[in-house]
T-cell receptor
Framework: AQTIHQWPVAEIKAVGSPLSLGCTIK??????LYWYWQATGGTLQQLFY????GQVESVVQLNLSASRPKDDQFILSTEKLLLSHSGFYLC???????WGGGNQDTQYFGPGTRLLVL | GEKVEQHESTLSVREGDSAVINCTYT??????FPWYKQEAGKSLHFVID?????DRKQSQRLIVLLDKKAKRFSLHITATQPEDSAIYFC??????????FGKGTSLTVIP
């Protein structure tokens, strides 16, 4: 069975400080990986996705960057945090499967990281 | 780009009644429509999805309907239980790894 982990569970950081959030998936080779941001009480905004090691596509940057250094790892980071970065960061995975009408497949979400920027 | 509108921001039903959450989308290229449940303080949990090659899908007490002509899809929860209380999100995907979510519906099931 596949498991997805995110670290840290929660962070309180100062404005202007750096940030690194991690996501690891076990039990699945070559997954597609995604980063989402959810403002408190808000909807989800997709930030980045990656379909292979070393390749990351930006959807909405929000002064953040992402990297995929290993097949099972996805990293979200910034050198300078803003107040607006506060929220809930979620990592998700799926695989591409051709079902004859497209290639989308179910996304499964990690437990998330809560970030508070002060 | 795609826009997904979730019409009910809050919904209250009595235990045992049905709950219906409606979503509309704008991009005719969207062909995959998942639904997620988020309990307070937790992550998203996949509940059911529908693909554009069908117009109805059922999984136990959950039914999803898709009307491609109207660009509308809906989640029906039958025989609701208190543990169904949560925020439900609809989403749409055009097949390019870009998922668009609605703003969520907070469902309360009153015992």
């Amino acid at each position: 069975a596949q498991t997805i982990h995110q670290w840290p569970v929660a962070e309180i950081k100062a404005v202007g400080s750096p940030l690194s959030l991690g996501c690891t998936i076990k039990g699945k080779s070559s997954p597609n990986l995604y980063w989402y941001w959810q403002a408190t009480g808000g909807t989800l905004q997709q930030l980045f996705y990656s379909i292979t090691v070393g390749q990351v596509e930006s959807v909405v940057q929000l002064n953040l960057s992402a990297s995929r250094p290993k097949d099972d790892q996805f990293i979200l980071s910034t050198e300078k945090l803003l107040l607006s970065h506060s929220g809930f960061y979620l990592c998700a995975w799926n695989t591409l499967r051709d079902w004859g009408g497209g290639n989308q497949d179910t996304q499964y979400f990690g437990p998330g990281t809560r970030l508070l920027v002060l | 780009g795609e826009k997904v509108e979730q019409h009910e921001s809050t919904l209250s039903v009595r235990e045992g009644d049905s709950a219906v959450i409606n979503c509309t989308y704008t991009d005719t290229a969207s062909s995959y429509f998942p639904w997620y449940k988020q309990e307070a303080g937790k992550s998203l949990h996949f509940v059911i999805d529908i693909r554009s090659n069908v117009d109805r899908k059922q999984s136990q007490r959950l039914i999803v309907l898709l009307d491609k002509k109207a660009k509308r899809f809906s989640l029906h929860i039958t025989a609701t239980q208190p543990e169904d209380s949560a925020i439900y999100f609809c989403a749409a995907d055009t097949g390019y790894q870009n998922f668009y979510f609605g703003k969520g519906t907070s469902l309360t099931v009153i015992p």
